[in-house]
């Protein structure tokens, strides 16, 4: 199983600007489609999710379901000949990007420069 991340800007409900992760898992094993898209739906389902049948975007996708909460997308199945990948984004984190990452990633961008403590310091 392949997984990859990537970020990107977002709108908060309230209409305000920040950031929000995808993850993206992807299997080149070969499957039974159907049953693969039939245990997902059931998982999806048995989990309190709205589970929906998507048109296929590409030509070569054979099946797309997606999951919903609250009337937002929040998880994505899409089957091919190939395998499957699984697509999903977390909710949008309100604030300017450059200064979330700064403040994730001090290792990349040097120390915020009004640091705040830790919740978990003692």
């Given at each position: 199983m392949d997984k990859n991340s990537v970020n990107g800007e977002c709108k908060t409900r309230d209409g305000e600007g920040g950031v929000q992760y995808r993850v993206i898992m992807s299997t080149k094993d070969s499957?039974?489609?159907?049953d693969a898209v039939t245990a997902v739906r059931a998982f999806w389902e048995s989990s309190g999710f709205t589970v929906g049948v998507g048109t296929p975007s590409q030509s070569q996708e054979l099946a797309l379901l997606h999951a919903t909460e609250k009337g937002r997308i929040v998880l994505e199945f899409y089957v091919y000949p190939q395998g499957a990948v699984l697509d999903t984004n977390s909710v949008c984190i309100a604030g300017d990007q450059t200064a979330i990452y700064k403040e994730l990633y001090p290792e990349n961008f040097g120390l915020p420069s009004n640091?705040?403590?830790s919740p978990t310091a003692k």
């Open positions: 499957l039974a489609q159907e640091p705040r403590p």
